[in-house]
C-alpha cells in the first residue's frame, strides 16, 4: 500500500503561482510513474500532467503547457507541481496518484493510476 498526501494549496491571485508537494509513505515510488489531476466542482476529473520514475519524461495537458511543471525527489519519495501563471479556470481540487504500472513512460488515463492522494484545495481569484 501507497499512501499519498498532497499539500500547498490554498488561494492565490490570478497571475500567481503556487507548488503542490505530494509525499508518499509505506511503499517506494522512485521505481514509478507519478501523475496530478484536478477535479473543478461539478467537472469529471481531468489529467495535469505525469513524471516518469526519473523525472527525464513528462507529459502535461495542453491547458496547463507552458505553466505548470512537475518534479520529483525520489530520495525524499516527494513530487511537485510548480504551477505558475495560474488563472481562474485553474482552480480545482489537485490530486497527486502513484502509477505503478508505469516506470519509464507516463499515462493521461487516470483510471490505470493505483493510488490515489486525498487532495489540496487550489483556488485561484480573477
Known amino acids: 500500500q501507497v499512501q499519498l498526501v498532497e499539500s500547498g494549496g490554498g488561494l492565490v491571485q490570478a497571475g500567481g503561482s503556487l507548488r503542490l508537494s505530494c509525499v508518499a509513505s509505506?511503499?517506494?515510488?522512485?521505481?514509478?510513474?507519478m501523475g496530478w489531476f484536478r477535479q473543478a466542482p461539478e467537472k469529471e476529473r481531468e489529467f495535469v500532467g505525469a513524471i516518469n520514475w526519473s523525472g527525464g519524461n513528462s507529459d502535461y495537458a495542453d491547458s496547463v503547457k507552458g505553466r505548470f511543471t512537475i518534479s520529483r525527489d525520489n530520495a525524499k519519495s516527494t513530487v511537485y507541481l510548480q504551477m505558475n501563471s495560474l488563472k481562474p479556470e485553474d482552480t480545482a481540487v489537485y490530486y497527486c496518484a502513484a502509477d505503478f504500472w508505469r516506470s519509464s513512460v507516463v499515462t493521461a488515463r487516470a483510471s490505470l493510476y493505483n493510488y490515489w492522494g486525498q487532495g489540496t484545495q487550489v483556488t485561484v481569484s480573477s
Open positions: 509505506g511503499r517506494s515510488i522512485s521505481n514509478y510513474a
